[in-house]
C-alpha cells in the first residue's frame, strides 16, 4: 500500500508539472466558461500529463482501496518534494536552500502524522447526513476562495486557486474510497450509486480550478496549497464521516500538535517565498 502511494505521489507530480508548463502558457484571454481547459485539450503535451496524473489516481485509488485515508493522503504531500525540482528544472532556477528546508520540514512533520498517529481504518462509505453537513460548509468555503482569487493576482490568485482546488480533491478522495469499495460489490450497485456521479463532478471542478491555478502562478504559489490542503481535508472527513482515528500513544499528542503546526508553517513559508521572488506574468489579467 505505502509503494502505491509512492508512486501516486510520483505520478503525480510529474503530470502536475508538465500540466502547470502547458497551463501556464494559455493566456487568459483565451479562458472560456471552464477556465483554461478550452484551450488545453488541444495541446497534445498537456494530455501527456493529464494522462500520467489519471495513473497516480488509478494507483491512489488502489492505495484507498487497502489503507485509511490517514494513512494514505498525507503520503501524498511527497508528490511535493518531487515536483519541485522538476518544476524548476523546467523554469532553469535554481531552489533556494530555504525552500528545500521548508519542503523538507513539511514531509518530515507528515511523515510524524502518519507514524506517530498510527492511523486506524474506519467505514467505507459516508452517510447522506455526513454529506450534507459536508456540502454545507465546504460549498461556501470554495466559492469564497474562488470569488477572493477574482480580485487577485499572480501568487496569490494562484495560491486561492489552489486552496479551493486541494480541498475539492479532498472531497474527491473521500468519495474515491467510497466508490472503490463499490466496484467490489458489482456494477449495479456502483451505477445506482451517488458516490461515482458526485465524484465525476467534484473532480471536474477539482481539475479545473487547479489549471486556473498553474495558469495563474508560478507552481512554487499553487502546489503547495493543493499538495497539503487535499490530505488535510481528505484526514479530517476520514475521522468525521468514516469514523478513522489515530492510535497515539501517550505523549503524542503533543508530538502531533507540532507536527500539524509545522506542516501549516512550511506550506506558508513556501507560498511566501513565491510571492516575493516571482515576477508578474505575462498572463496575469
Known amino acids: 500500500m505505502v509503494v502505491l ?13 508538465v500540466r502547470q508548463r502547458t497551463a501556464a502558457q494559455v493566456p487568459v484571454e483565451s479562458n472560456g466558461a471552464l477556465g483554461p481547459i478550452g484551450s488545453l485539450v488541444k495541446q497534445p503535451i498537456w494530455w501527456v500529463g493529464t494522462v500520467v496524473g489519471i495513473l497516480g489516481y488509478a494507483l491512489q485509488a488502489a492505495a484507498l482501496g487497502m489503507g485509511s485515508l490517514l494513512l494514505v493522503q498525507p503520503l501524498l504531500v511527497l508528490s511535493l518534494l518531487f515536483a519541485l525540482p522538476l518544476g524548476a528544472r523546467f523554469a532553469h532556477r535554481t531552489i533556494s536552500a530555504a525552500e528545500w528546508m521548508w519542503a523538507a520540514a513539511l514531509t518530515a512533520s507528515v511523515a510524524i502524522l502518519v507514524v ?8 467505507e462509505r ?24 477574482r480580485k487577485a493576482s499572480g501568487p ?3 495560491l486561492l486557486l489552489g486552496i479551493s482546488g486541494g480541498a475539492l480533491f479532498g472531497v474527491a478522495a473521500v468519495l474515491t474510497k467510497g466508490v472503490v469499495h463499490l466496484v467490489s460489490r458489482g456494477v449495479v450497485p456502483l451505477l445506482t450509486s451517488v458516490e461515482l456521479y458526485a465524484l465525476i463532478a467534484v473532480a471536474v471542478a477539482a481539475i479545473t480550478l487547479q ?23 481528505a484526514s479530517a472527513l476520514g475521522f468525521v464521516v468514516l469514523g478513522e482515528y489515530l492510535a497515539t500513544g501517550r505523549g503524542g499528542g503533543a508530538v502531533l500538535v507540532v507536527a500539524l503546526v509545522a506542516m501549516v508553517a512550511a506550506t506558508v513559508a513556501l507560498a511566501r ?3 516575493r521572488d516571482e515576477a508578474p506574468a505575462v498572463n496575469s489579467p
Do not use: N
Not at 502511494?5 to 508539472?17: F, K, M
Not at 486556473?212 to 497539503?228: C, E, I, K, N, R
Open 126 to 149: 459516508a452517510e447522506a447526513r455526513h454529506w450534507i453537513v459536508v456540502c454545507l460548509i465546504g460549498l461556501p468555503f470554495v466559492a469564497l476562495c474562488v470569488l477572493a482569487s
Open 211 to 233: 489549471q486556473s491555478a498553474f495558469q495563474a502562478g508560478a507552481l512554487q504559489a499553487s502546489l503547495p496549497a493543493t499538495t497539503v490542503m487535499e490530505p488535510v481535508v
Open 273 to 275: 517565498s513565491s510571492a
Open 5 to 17: 502511494a509512492l508512486g501516486a505521489a510520483l505520478c503525480i507530480a510529474v503530470g502536475t508539472v
Open 156 to 158: 496569490r490568485k494562484a
Open 116 to 123: 506517530v498517529g498510527d492511523p486506524k481504518p474506519g467505514v
